[in-house]
């Protein structure tokens, strides 16, 4: 089994930055694919970010692109996503997802470990 447990979420103004962060305990999950997704009150749940397992492939969603980072550590199995210039619009609770074998890193559908989530705020 594969626990998940996401930090760095807060309260921040429109224009600061935050690092998530998402640590994987019960077994190695350092060779599994991992992204995070976010929902907005009101909104679906939608892919931000996602990384191979290798760390060679990115995918960013286009509101996020050359704003957010994500990156992984498969020493420490944690994953994070650096996030600058924060909009209100990126408001939402942050999920982040690991799976290990994966047709396509953007779809939720897609991943069989998830994390409860943390609360980002971006106030304007």
């Known amino acids: 089994q594969v626990q998940l447990v996401e930090s760095g979420g807060g309260l921040v103004q429109a224009g600061g930055s935050l690092r998530l962060s998402c640590a994987a305990s019960?077994?190695?999950?350092?060779?599994?694919?991992k992204a995070w997704f976010r929902r907005a009150p009101e909104k679906e749940r939608e892919v931000v970010a996602a990384?191979?397992?290798?760390?060679?492939?990115?995918y960013y969603t286009d509101s996020v692109k050359g704003r957010f980072t994500i990156s992984r550590d498969n020493a420490r199995n944690t994953v994070y996503l650096q996030m600058n210039s924060l909009k209100p619009g990126d408001t939402a609770v942050y999920y982040c997802?690991?799976?290990?074998?994966?047709?396509?890193?953007?779809?939720?559908?897609?991943?069989?470990?998830w994390g409860q989530g943390t609360q980002v705020t971006v106030s304007s």
């Open positions: 019960g077994r190695t999950v350092s060779n599994y694919n």
């Open positions: 997802a690991a799976v290990g074998v994966v047709t396509n890193l953007r779809v939720a559908g897609e991943y069989n470990y």
């Open positions: 990384i191979s397992w290798s760390g060679r492939n990115t």
